[in-house]
Structures are given as C-alpha cells and as structure tokens.
C-alpha cells in the first residue's frame, strides 16, 4: 500500500507540473515596446511637447529649480509622526471642505513637521492666502506657520 500511494503521488505531481509548465508565457515573448513596424515611423507618433512662453504663467522652469534644493520644503518632507501627519490631515479636511476657495487653493502643499506647517502653491489671490494661513493657524497642535503661497493677482 506505501509503494502504491507513492506512486500515484508522484504520478499526479508530475503531471501537475507538466500541464502548469507547458504552456508558454506570452509576457517573456512579447517585446516589452512595440517595434517600429507596429508603429509605423516612430516620427509620425512622437510630437515634441509645446513649451510654453519664457514670460507665460504656464512655464514653471525657474519654480522647479528652486524646488529641487534642499532649501524649499515639498511634500516628501513631511513629518512622519503622528503629530504631524494628524495637523496635516486636519487642514487637509478643512481646506477641502471650505466651498469658496478656488481649486488652486485647495491643492496648496500643506507640510507640517515638528508642529511647524509650511503651506506653498499658487493661489488666486491674497484674500485666499490669508484664509488659508488662519485656517492652518487654528488647527490643533500648530506651533508655527510657514506661508509661502503665492497669489496670481496682487
């Protein structure tokens, strides 16, 4: 009786094995970009992105280069504790949940780290700047706020 049930377990796992390994896997055949015969000419498919004007409020070149320092606070240097991430969070609701500011300010960056909130991004004009600087300003553990949004119109 062991011989048999050896046998047929063998028996059965080997063709488990046979039938899962047999067929070929599409991914590791397929090139991972298509070539250029499925394209066409890769000209006529690729179009140069429009840049906007050096002047034009559209182009952020000199915004993202100051971003890229240490010296300017962005999103990824916010604070991981507990703390932090509840002031956050609790503009965040505040920010969204308040109907009359406009769509650049409520997608204003709120970084908060060691109780001390940072808030940055266009807005569209100082009256929202300062509304969201009391809303931050009244939110529960706040040490310090940061106010570096800027207006569109003065």
Same mark, same amino acid.
């Given at each position: !009786?062991?011989?048999? $049930?050896?046998? /047929?377990? $063998?028996?059965?796992?080997?063709? #488990? !094995?046979? !039938?899962?390994?047999?067929?070929?896997?599409?991914?590791?055949?397929?090139? #991972?970009? @298509?070539?250029?015969? *499925?394209?066409?000419?890769?000209?006529?498919?690729?179009?140069?992105? @429009?840049?906007?004007?050096?002047? /034009? &409020?559209? *182009?952020?070149? &000199?915004?993202?280069?100051?971003? /890229?320092?240490?010296?300017?606070?962005?999103? =990824?240097?916010?604070?991981?504790?507990?703390?932090?991430? *509840?002031?956050?969070?609790?503009?965040?609701?505040?920010?969204?949940?308040?109907?009359? #500011?406009?769509?650049?300010?409520?997608?204003?960056?709120?970084?908060?780290?060691?109780?001390?909130?940072?808030?940055?991004?266009?807005? &569209?004009?100082?009256? =929202? %700047? $300062? %509304?969201?600087?009391?809303?931050?300003?009244?939110?529960?553990?706040?040490?310090?706020?940061?106010?570096? #949004?800027?207006?569109?119109?003065?």
């Amino acid at each position: !009786m062991p011989k048999q $049930f050896w046998l /047929s377990t $063998f028996t059965l796992t080997a063709a #488990l !094995m046979l !039938m899962t390994g047999c067929a070929p896997d599409e991914r590791a055949t397929r090139p #991972l970009a @298509p070539v250029d015969s *499925e394209l066409g000419t890769t000209d006529q498919n690729v179009r140069p992105r @429009p840049l906007a004007p050096a002047n /034009s &409020e559209l *182009e952020s070149t &000199e915004r993202n280069v100051r971003d /890229s320092g240490d010296a300017t606070l962005t999103p =990824e240097d916010q604070g991981e504790t507990r703390g932090d991430l *509840e002031i956050t969070a609790a503009i965040r609701r505040a920010v969204v949940n308040d109907e009359s #500011l406009s769509l650049n300010a409520h997608n204003a960056k709120i970084i908060t780290r060691n109780g001390v909130v940072t808030l940055r991004g266009p807005v &569209e004009n100082s009256a =929202e %700047k $300062f %509304k969201l600087q009391t809303i931050a300003q009244t939110a529960r553990g706040v040490k310090q706020v940061d106010n570096q #949004l800027e207006t569109k119109t003065p």
